[in-house]
């Protein structure tokens, strides 16, 4: 949320990959691209759909490029009036079949976790139990989908010599009546979100009334798109491709673009990776390069390449800054210190670990070196935030691979996979940076080249002689000689022309890497020959197609001005790479740790705002940086790695309180007022150990306030940005005088006033580190269920207790400021959980339902995004609970026309609201088995775990006036304290 920021090597895949998982042009200063020339008559490039380009600050009217009309044979015009007769007869007997099978939709009575129509069970088919309207809607927008997809197919091939157009705002799909949705359904409450009625799909549904053009957006296309999962053939989550036409007078370029993906940790620790493989990658690289100038190589995460670079000889060092990297043989793409996570981090720490790697480039290489091109292939979907983050910094570009693979089909059909990001409340598109989606389902070799992974896979000559287990598809990958040069070149070119019929541009980028690849001499030598031969051939003797060696930015300069590219609003996760297979789970999963990572942020916070400097606190902010990696803070690494960087944050956490201290000595010792006795009251004996306040709750301690505000210790009041003497507890227990408003429950201790509190769980079978599958439901019973062995209820239920987990209440007063006449029902309330899941194979989660009254939110739900931005979601019937579980940095929000709803937390977790008025919030998992996507085992090393969320449930005027959500004032301040808490000494 932009203003909640304080001021001041294994098989993640199915089919038996190895993956886990023109130069003169610029981008213009708002983002849009500037046009180069128009392409001469007979341009070979295609496209299926029509957009309008993002408007500038100074909007002016977008000129029409015009298409040549289609000259139809009158045999061919009679056959596409059958097939128009055909298409309206199957529509109408689908609608009939479809209303007389329908069931009677009364809502579901299992479980109480849905609203509406019945959902589907796990594996059914999701048209399964649903009713009336509902299921007639919905085999209605499944069937006009496929539709859409055949005429898209049928558009590439009759429409092979016309030029992509810019459609003016009287366009087909811009033209048809918009109204709102019915009960059946549920929109966003935005004025950049329309959305059809109800016998209309189209992902085209979304209009900026600032922009006034055609964008899509996510949120809406989520909320409608069916998720369709249909065997493709060769791309089994697409279609058959057909090979875009090659052009002589301009030649296709193919950029192949070699890499290597180093995890900074997760089946071995940073270091075990760096001396066992990523050190030989780097030298072996720097060799191959050293032999061919033709030769380029892409590298991402600078830990790694600041260690190799420590290690290298002056020569070595010489010819990386006076050769490979003015060349344009080396390039660096995003340049920070790892490949980030996105759900889970928070904005300061995504920036911190983008500066440490470019601090290091500009210090040893310049800073002419520090990227401008952004390269994110393996984080498990992907957040506006960061390409807000990666615009600011002056990058032009930014390149993303895990997406939905229904989502990625989608786009693809329309030629959306390029596009321009833009920030959801951005209004001019100022943010606006050019974004290129991978198509196919992972970034390593057999699905990155084109559609049919069996034919790519024969190219990843690392392969040959059975190398790296060889290819599943059982054709082998085999070199190029001079008898099979012409077969195998036309071969890949084939696949190479398919994958560049997905995108716009005249240009496609090939990525020829994956896992820790070109780990020896000899494996690097194989796969820049043998493309060397392939390049040799085609380019002498294919006329059209230009092929060679590039980097990222060869890729990006070469599309510049080559078409006016689509806006794109809005986040994409929840991620599924197949099937219903949603990596909801990580969102949870080693919570604890997750809470470290933010102790750590919130010490570094305060230790800046007291004047400490990047350089005094490289070692803190480094070891903060490897754990943003996206097998860090997700917890989806091994054991021992988990253990490795819990010990380092750790350290870390250490070393900047010790520098607090020094500092806050020091201004005491000027007060003449130095107490040598002081210490740190936060501390943890080991690394993943829960902290404890350790201060003698019968001496007053120095407390530090790192915010603009002023914040509270009991009774004492702490000024911004001072320290001041204090006593403890600064958290006052409630007493029965001021707080006989809260009601509970008197058998489990439960919150039933002002809003209902659940304590539940999912037992389940299934599901790892990374996915979530839902069970069976179970609800805490309290003393007269089977939960009742040491459970106690202390003060009514403010303090309730059991073996394996404690909740405490706290209720935080209502600033002054922030008190009027509608805040009388405005209320703040901290859930302090200690949890210890031993249990295996459980999900632990809290539900809060509004009580009185409940807040009719219609299935919207907001949450945030690494505390910057907002995400919005609508609950759908027709999709898999771990579909609609989202990651929660630190908000979730439901809200109605009177009443806000919003739950704060001071770490990630996952949540969902699966039934109107309530909001989930998950506490810890714990599984017994993998999940198939690597890392080999389940999640069982959990440790005792402290979660503290802020409940603040007010009151006012929140009617759906088309604005995006933002915190209050109120909520605004709620979270600066609870995410930067005064320091304690």
């Not at 001019?428 to 940076?433: A, K, M, N, P």
Request: with cysteine.
């Amino acid at each position: 949320m932009r203003r909640i920021t304080p001021s001041g090597s294994g098989d993640r895949s199915d089919n038996g990959t190895s993956s886990r998982r023109s130069t003169t042009k610029s981008f213009s200063d708002n983002g849009v691209i500037r046009k180069k020339k128009p392409r001469k008559k007979g341009s070979s490039r295609t496209a299926t759909a029509a957009i309008i380009p993002p408007t500038t600050t100074t909007p002016t009217p977008a000129k029409e490029k015009k298409t040549p009309p289609l000259r139809f044979s009158k045999r061919l015009e009679w056959v596409a009036k059958c097939v128009a007769l055909a298409m309206l007869v199957l529509w109408i007997g689908v609608t009939y079949y479809v209303m007389s099978n329908a069931h009677d939709g009364s809502p579901s009575t299992e479980g109480g976790l849905h609203f509406g129509l019945t959902p589907p069970r796990d594996g059914d088919n999701p048209n399964h139990d649903k009713g009336g309207e509902g299921i007639m809607m919905h085999g209605l927008r499944n069937m006009e989908h496929k539709l859409q997809a055949g005429v898209s197919i049928l558009k590439q091939k009759i429409h092979k010599k016309s030029k992509y157009h810019v459609a003016s705002s009287t366009s087909n799909s811009s033209t048809a009546e918009w109204s709102a949705l019915s009960s059946k359904h549920y929109l966003l409450h935005s004025s950049s979100i329309l959305v059809k009625s109800d016998t209309e799909y189209n992902m085209h549904a979304t209009t900026d009334t600032n922009n006034k053009g055609n964008m899509i957006d996510m949120r809406e296309l989520t909320a409608t798109l069916p998720f369709e999962d249909v065997d493709g053939g060769a791309w089994k989550q697409g279609w058959d491709v057909q090979p875009v036409e090659l052009n002589e007078k301009e030649p296709l370029q193919v950029f192949i673009v070699p890499h290597s993906h180093c995890d900074p940790g997760w089946l071995k620790t940073f270091d075990e990776y760096f001396q066992s493989q990523t050190k030989g990658i780097l030298t072996s690289v720097y060799n191959a390069l050293m032999k061919d100038d033709r030769r380029k190589f892409i590298w991402a995460e600078i830990s790694y390449f600041q260690w190799w670079w420590s290690e290298q000889t002056p020569e070595v060092q010489r010819n990386v800054k006076e050769r490979l990297l003015p060349n344009g043989q080396l390039e660096f793409v995003t340049g920070g210190w790892v490949q980030p996570d996105e759900a889970n981090t928070e904005r300061y720490a995504m920036e911190v670990q983008l500066q440490e790697g470019h601090d290091w480039i500009a210090n040893h290489l310049g800073d002419q070196y520090i990227p401008k091109y952004a390269w994110s292939i393996d984080p498990f979907g992907y957040s506006p935030t960061m390409a807000h983050i990666l615009k600011t910094y002056g990058f032009k570009a930014m390149l993303i691979q895990r997406v939905h693979y229904a989502v990625k089909k989608e786009l693809a059909l329309h030629k959306h996979l390029e596009f321009m990001w833009r920030q959801t409340w951005d209004k001019t598109g100022e943010h606006d940076i050019f974004t290129h989606l991978m198509p196919f389902y992972s970034y390593d070799v057999p699905h990155t080249c084109g559609p049919d992974p069996s034919v790519c896979c024969q190219f990843d000559f690392a392969r040959v002689n059975n190398g790296y287990s060889g290819c599943p598809w059982r054709k082998p990958a085999q070199e190029i000689t001079d008898s099979n040069v012409k077969a195998r070149s036309m071969l890949i070119l084939d696949q190479w022309r398919k994958k560049a019929n997905l995108y716009r541009g005249n240009a496609v980028m090939i990525p020829l890497g994956d896992d820790f690849r070109y780990q020896s001499d000899g494996e690097a030598e194989l796969q820049y020959s043998n493309f060397q031969k392939i390049f040799d051939y085609l380019n002498k003797n294919v006329p059209g197609v230009s092929v060679q060696f590039g980097t990222l930015g060869d890729y990006f300069k070469a599309v510049e001005g080559d078409f006016e590219p689509p806006v794109l609003k809005g986040s994409f996760f929840t991620y599924a790479d197949r099937e219903k297979d949603y990596w909801s789970g990580y969102f949870t999963s080693r919570v604890f740790d997750k809470a470290l990572d933010r102790q750590l942020e919130r010490v570094l916070f305060a230790a800046t705002d007291m004047g400490a400097t990047r350089t005094e606190m490289q070692s803190p902010r480094r070891a903060l940086s490897l754990f943003q990696h996206h097998d860090g803070v997700t917890g989806t690494a091994k054991n021992h790695v988990v253990e490795d960087y819990a010990k380092q944050i750790h350290e870390g956490i250490e070393f900047v309180q010790s520098w607090m201290l020094k500092n806050i000595s020091k201004d005491q010792l000027l007060r003449g007022a130095v107490d040598k006795s002081m210490k740190p009251c936060w501390q943890s004996n080991a690394p993943r150990g829960l902290s404890q306040n350790l201060c003698d709750v019968k001496k007053q301690i120095y407390v530090y306030n790192p915010l603009d505000s002023e914040q509270q210790c009991g009774d004492t009041v702490v000024p911004s940005h001072e320290t001041v003497r204090a006593s403890l507890p600064c958290d006052i227990s409630p007493s029965e005088d001021n707080t006989d408003w809260i009601k509970f429950d008197a058998v489990t201790g439960m919150m039933t006033y002002p809003f209902k509190e659940e304590w539940m769980l999912w037992k389940v079978d299934k599901g790892g580190a990374y996915l979530f599958f839902p069970g069976t439901l179970k609800k805490f019973k309290g003393g007269n269920g089977h939960d009742d062995d040491g459970f106690e209820l202390k003060n009514k239920g403010f303090t309730v207790s059991t073996p394996s987990w404690k909740r405490t209440l706290f209720v935080k007063p209502v600033p002054d400021e922030f008190r009027d006449s509608s805040s009388s029902k405005t209320f703040v309330i901290d859930m302090v959980y200690e949890t210890n899941l031993r249990q295996p194979n459980e999900e632990w989660f809290v539900r809060f339902t509004t009580a009185s009254p409940v807040i009719e939110n219609k299935g919207i739900f907001h949450t945030d995004l690494n505390g910057f931005n907002f995400d919005t979601h609508h609950f759908r019937k027709d999709l898999p609970i771990q579909s609609q579980v989202f990651p929660m940095p630190t908000l979730a929000s439901i809200e109605d026309s009177t009443h806000r709803f919003t739950i704060l937390s001071e770490h990630a977790q996952g949540t969902a609201s699966l039934q109107d008025g309530s909001i989930d919030v998950w506490l810890d998992r714990r599984l017994e088995q993998d999940d198939a996507r690597g890392l080999g085992h389940g999640v069982k090393d959990n440790v005792p775990t402290r979660t503290r969320l802020r409940v603040v449930l007010e009151s006012g005027s929140f009617a759906q006036d088309g604005n995006e959500f933002e915190p209050t004032p109120l909520c605004q301040r709620m979270w600066d304290e609870l995410n930067h808490p005064l320091e304690m000494f």
